[in-house]
Each structure stands twice: as structure tokens, then as C-alpha cells.
């Protein structure tokens, strides 16, 4: 039977809170805008690297010791933004991760950060019509829109797949 802390870690993963703390400002400082905790958590435990339990705790405790910030964005998404003692720890520290750990979470963040993006550019509305309903899509651009389109789906459960 696993471990409570180590269930779902892969072998190479992280188990301890410090190593945790170091990889979360790590990823913080390269993205260089705030993220939050769903995509924190996203970046860090889709692949193994470190446990859930542990990885709350470690964001916690660095909130905790001022390393990271909690804010609210104008579209009221609670994010974290590291400070400048976390960017100071994680230049120091995060030498003592490996490197495939950080280089495969931090492109997990740049993923996830690439994907809020797009989704922020790009429009999508469902409408009910008499007999099904309507998928608005506009992709936007810098002036004119790149492109503009409507699908009809007949149930609501295809709409929104």
C-alpha cells in the first residue's frame, strides 16, 4: 500500500515540502505572470511530480512566509504572483531540483498559460434556437476579427462538447 504522501508521485518525483516550495517559485519566476491554483496544480501534478496534500501545504506555507502573493484579477480569478524574496529563492535554490523536473513542470505552466490565451481570444456563445441550438465562434485579432463562425447542434450536450 502506498504511502498517504507519495501515492501518485512517479518514481523521480518530489515527496518533500521544500523541494515542493522551491519547484512552485521556480515556475512562478519563469512564467513571469501570476497563475492560479488550479493551474499551479495542473502544471505540477498532471505528470507525478509531487502529491496533492503536499503540494497545498507548500503553496500555503509559502504564502505564509511572504515568497507569494494571492490576488484577484480584474475578472475575479484568485492567482498567486511570486515576490521578490520567492524570485530570490528560487534563483538560489532551484539548483537542487532536477533539471528534467523543471524543465517538463515549467513547460507544463507555459502550456496552460498559451491555453488561457487563446481561450481569453477566443469567443464562444451557445444560443437556444427553436429547434437546437447555435455555437458562436469569433476569434479575434488585433483589428479585424480572423474569423467568425456559427454551427447548429441540435442538443445541448453536443453544443457544449
Known amino acids: 500500500m502506498e504511502e498517504t504522501f507519495t501515492a501518485g508521485i512517479r518514481p523521480g518525483g518530489l515527496t518533500e515540502g521544500r523541494e515542493i516550495r522551491i519547484l512552485i517559485c ?4 519563469e512564467m513571469g505572470e ?14 507525478g511530480t509531487a502529491n496533492y ?8 506555507e509559502l504564502k505564509d512566509t511572504g515568497c507569494v502573493v494571492p490576488l484577484k484579477t480584474d475578472a475575479g480569478i484568485n492567482v498567486y504572483t511570486i515576490t521578490e524574496k520567492g524570485r530570490a529563492a528560487a534563483m538560489t535554490l532551484s539548483g537542487n531540483l532536477p533539471l528534467s523536473i523543471k524543465e517538463k513542470s515549467a513547460e507544463g505552466a507555459k502550456n496552460i498559460i498559451q491555453r488561457r490565451r487563446i481561450e481569453k481570444e ?4 451557445i444560443t437556444k434556437t427553436e429547434d437546437g ?18 454551427l447548429f447542434m441540435p442538443t445541448r450536450e ?3 462538447a
Open 26 to 29: 521556480h515556475i512562478l519566476s
Open 34 to 47: 501570476p497563475m492560479s491554483f488550479d493551474e499551479m496544480t495542473e502544471a505540477i501534478l498532471t505528470d
Open 53 to 60: 496534500f503536499e503540494f497545498a501545504d507548500a503553496l500555503a
Open 122 to 125: 477566443n469567443l464562444v456563445t
Open 133 to 150: 441550438y447555435m455555437i458562436h465562434i469569433r476569434v479575434t485579432d488585433i483589428g479585424t476579427d480572423l474569423m467568425d463562425l456559427s
Open 158 to 160: 453536443q453544443a457544449l
